[in-house]
């Protein structure tokens, strides 16, 4: 059955994936084994299948739609079930930047990865990053950028994050980003896709 929901979420069923969930759950599995080996790993099989081009946005989109259906029916049991996220990552598309298409599929291959994710939007300045961090105890901060005109933006962020002692790494991606640019401004973490923006926030927060 959590192979069924896997291939039900990598063909972005969302009513398939939803009527899946509740016959494992009535067949008594656990609202996190269907988590870990049924959502997150058709997620991670997902991530693999984009990385190698053999899927395309529009399959991730819908994909994703059905991971958040499937979430929906099982975070308040995994709340029961005292299921911890592996780490809280405040996420945003920079201040003066409206591209949010990007951002939301790493946002969402997070969230499949089994990171609590709180997504600020677009055109979010430093304060705000800062805020929702302290706020929300975040382990990590993830920015995105699609314009060489806001990917300056990024240092702030990365300034303010360390001025106000918060101590967390800051990951960088959009398409004009690189990792000699995220050197440069000292942003701890860079990923060119949101597969490897998985992998890096795992390293980041692994360290
Ligand atoms: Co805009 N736009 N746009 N646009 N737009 C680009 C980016 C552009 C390259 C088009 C072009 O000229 N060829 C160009 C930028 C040029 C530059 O700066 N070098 C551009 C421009 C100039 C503009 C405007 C200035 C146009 C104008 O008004 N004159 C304007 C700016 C508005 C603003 O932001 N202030 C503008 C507006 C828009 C729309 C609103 C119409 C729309 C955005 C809608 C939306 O996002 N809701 C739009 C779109 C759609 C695009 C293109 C066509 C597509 C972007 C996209 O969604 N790609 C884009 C051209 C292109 O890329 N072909 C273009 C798909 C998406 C999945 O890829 O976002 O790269 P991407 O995300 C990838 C990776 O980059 C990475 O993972 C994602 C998945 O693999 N990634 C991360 C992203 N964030 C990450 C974060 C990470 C890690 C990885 O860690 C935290």
Redesign the pocket.
């Known amino acids: 059955m959590l192979k069924q929901i896997q291939e039900a979420l990598l063909s972005g069923k969302k009513d398939e994936v939803e009527k899946l969930v509740d016959q494992a759950l009535a067949s008594g599995l656990s609202a996190a084994g269907i988590l870990n080996q049924g959502l997150i790993a058709g997620m991670e099989r997902l991530g693999i299948m984009?990385k190698n081009n053999e899927v395309f946005?529009p399959e991730v989109l819908v994909a994703a739609r059905a991971m958040n259906a499937g979430m929906a029916k099982l975070e308040p049991l995994l709340i029961k079930e005292g299921i911890q996220p592996k780490g809280a990552v405040v996420?945003g598309t920079v201040k003066?930047?409206?591209?949010?298409?990007?951002?939301n599929?790493?946002a969402m291959m997070l969230k499949g990865a089994g990171y609590k994710i709180i997504d600020l939007g677009?055109d979010v300045s430093p304060e705000k990053y800062v805020a929702a961090a302290k706020e929300n105890r975040a382990n990590i901060v993830?920015?995105?950028?699609?314009?060489?005109?806001?990917m300056v933006q990024m240092k702030n962020v990365v300034e303010a994050v360390k001025g106000a002692g918060l101590g967390i790494p800051v990951?960088?991606?959009?398409?004009?980003?690189t990792r000699d640019y995220a050197d440069q401004i000292k942003a701890q973490?860079?990923?060119?896709?949101?597969?490897?923006?998985v992998e890096?926030v795992g390293r980041l927060l692994a360290r």
């Open positions: 984009f946005i996420i003066g930047d409206l591209h949010d298409i990007g951002k599929i790493v677009i993830a920015l995105s950028a699609l314009l060489t005109t806001t990951i960088i991606g959009g398409a004009p980003l973490g860079y990923a060119p896709d949101a597969a490897s923006a890096e």
